[in-house]
């Protein structure tokens, strides 16, 4: 797998990287992925990276992208020497978007904890490059202090950009905020910081 430095960025698709996490959002992953790529894909490639929990709400064989698992990082490492999953991905990826983000990885992520493919990615970031996070969980979850304490330290501690979620009825029934942000939402916000990523490195 080549690694972002191995070509001058301006000169190649910028490389997106989606997680998807155990939230019944994950079910938009193919309409993100299909949208991003109808709209600016002479200028990005994807990958998708999954928990185990985020693929009971959707079919990798309707995403058009690859799509990659904790089992496919374990089974791509045989022995020493081999390459390991999460840093290829991690040098691979300009920027990382998880949508959703469940209320169970954000916490993992704001304590560093990295058990899986996406937070040992997240663990080995490059904080130079951009990290989207689209928090996606029920109406008492997302008031519960914790989350906004996790959210902060994703915020001000890592600089990551949060897009928050909305309020309409949920899937276990409830009417309230929690709702992950539209996926018009998100991929306007992946080609914006695709735009800024370009622009920067033109100056």
């Known amino acids: 797998m080549s690694t972002p430095d191995t070509l001058p960025s301006l000169h190649r698709k910028r490389r997106i990287l989606i997680g998807a996490t155990g939230s019944v959002a994950s ?5 993100i992925v299909k949208t991003l790529l109808e709209e600016a894909g002479d200028l990005v490639e994807v990958k998708v ?3 185990n929990a985020a693929l009971h709400f959707f079919d990798s064989k309707d995403v058009l992208a690859e799509v990659l ?18 840093i290829e991905l991690r040098n691979w990826a300009d920027m990382f978007i998880i949508s959703p983000l469940d209320a169970n ?16 990615i997240l663990r080995a970031w490059d904080e130079r ?13 997302w008031n519960h202090k914790f989350t906004e304490l996790h959210l902060s330290t994703l915020a001000k501690v890592l600089n990551y950009h949060v897009i928050p979620p909305i309020s309409k009825l949920l899937a276990c029934g409830d ?21 800024q990523l370009n622009a920067n490195e033109a100056l």
């Open 49 to 51: 990276v999954t928990t």
């Open 105 to 120: 990885t954000l916490a993992k992520i704001a304590q560093g904890l990295c058990d899986n493919l996406i937070t040992c």
């Open 27 to 31: 079910v938009k992953i193919p309409i």
């Open 129 to 141: 490059r951009p990290v989207i996070v689209c928090p996606a969980m029920n109406t008492n979850m």
């Open 175 to 195: 009417l309230g905020i929690g709702a992950m942000a539209e996926y018009r939402t998100i991929v306007d916000e992946i080609k914006k910081q695709v735009e």
């Open 69 to 86: 698992t904790d089992q496919d990082e374990w089974n791509a490492w045989q022995k020493m020497s081999d390459p390991v999953m999460h």
